[in-house]
């Protein structure tokens, strides 16, 4: 198992702060709009963060469910209080800070003992309890943060009187994209056996295929909104449907009640619209291929629409420059992609494949050997 390193902690310090930052600049820029009167903006942002939270406290509140079964009830009420006032990452991230500074600077006194010895503990219970504020921080990126950065590039490119708070927010939720995308990598390379630590060049030519591919799709799709907000809600909707029905057909294990995996699969379909997203820890080279060829083929198509059949939004946006920067950053993310899968992928996430089968015919027990086991992106 890889050790929580005192990197590690420092990391995990910044994604506090990035975390509470990103509520104050929500909060923020959701006021400048309702006071100028642009009440749909305002309210917009407000939902995505509400509905944000929503989901991630549900997650939370359930996984600390299935993690604490059998200690007192009091303790759960508790916590349901806590996650009921939308404070339960606040709770993981002291849960995180406590056996992070454990695990970070007590691991030169640790040695090489065995399983049982408190250090090899500690660093489990640390590495844990980042991987569940990791994996939660996914939801809140493809569920508020990628969908905020998407309506502050269609205002910025729809009006042209552009204001502070508008950059900030978009900078605030590039940061908050990035963090979570090299985060995400990071709890997976510790959580799972078999994996090699991931270095400085990986987390970048990661880093760089995310967030290149996500921003070329924003911006398309914030293109084909300003030639139309129906055909842009319908392909959204279409694209969901897809990603949620490849979901089911997946047959996900994730959680252990019907109602909860099917809200698990609910996220993963918009998680889909977004970004590439693989659940089952299967060969994903076609997967991968299909995806962003479906990918390049409509932003390709967005981008001949709008040249053909709306020469006014082109005059208004200056057409050319954001259509260089999407097919660039397509291109380049595409180009980052390759070099990762061929270089810095993990192709194993467990020894023997058979792993898995013993996971799905224990049921409800797969819980216990870690949650990264039903859940996986590359």
């Known amino acids: 198992m890889m050790k929580f390193t005192k990197q590690n902690f420092i990391f995990l310090v910044g994604g506090i702060i990035v975390y509470i930052t990103d509520i104050g600049v929500d909060f923020w820029v ?6 100028q009167g642009q009440y749909c903006w305002a309210i917009l942002i407000v939902c995505f963060r509400g509905i944000s939270s929503l989901i991630t406290q549900i997650f939370s509140y359930q996984w600390f469910r299935d993690d604490w079964k059998g200690t007192d009830h009091g303790k759960l009420d508790w916590i349901f209080l806590v996650h009921f006032f939308h404070c339960g990452i606040f709770l993981r991230y002291w849960f995180a800070l406590k056996y992070g500074c454990q695990a970070a600077f007590r691991q030169d006194s640790g040695g090489d003992g065995s399983e049982a010895d408190p250090p090899n503990i500690i660093q489990k219970q640390a590495i844990d309890v980042l991987t569940d504020i990791n994996m939660l921080r996914v939801f809140k990126t493809f569920l508020e943060t990628t969908p905020q950065l998407f309506v502050q590039i269609y205002i910025v490119m729809e009006h042209n009187n552009h204001n502070f708070y508008q950059y900030a927010a978009i900078i605030i ?18 959580s799972l056996p078999d994996k090699e630590e991931f270095r400085v060049l990986p987390k970048l030519v990661y880093l760089f295929y995310k967030l290149l591919t996500i921003t070329s799709w924003i911006l398309s799709i914030s293109l084909m909104t300003l030639l139309s907000i129906r055909s842009s809600v319908i392909l959204l ?4 449907s897809c990603g949620f029905a490849w979901t089911l057909k997946q047959h996900t294990t994730f959680c252990k009640s019907k109602e909860m995996e099917y809200l698990y699969r609910t996220v993963v379909g918009i998680i889909i619209l977004f970004t590439f997203f693989n659940i089952k820890g299967r ?17 390709v198509g967005i981008l001949l ?15 050319t420059i954001v259509s260089i920067l999407t097919i660039l950053s397509l291109i380049l993310g595409i180009i980052f992609l390759v070099v990762y899968y061929k270089y810095f992928h993990p192709t194993i996430y467990c020894k023997p494949r058979t792993f898995f089968d013993e996971v799905d015919r224990r049921g409800g027990d797969n819980m216990e050997v870690g949650r990264f086991q039903n859940f996986l992106m590359q």
């Open 237 to 240: 909707i279409l694209l969901w």
């Open 305 to 319: 629409a709008c040249l053909f059949w709306k020469p006014a939004v082109i005059k208004q946006i200056h057409f």
């Open 283 to 299: 060969k994903t080279k076609a997967c991968v291929s299909i995806y962003y060829a479906t990918h390049t083929f409509v932003t």
């Open 30 to 35: 959701a006021s400048k709009y309702f006071y």
């Open 173 to 190: 939720s590039c940061c908050g994209i990035s963090f979570s995308m090299v985060d995400y990598q990071i709890s997976l390379r510790k």
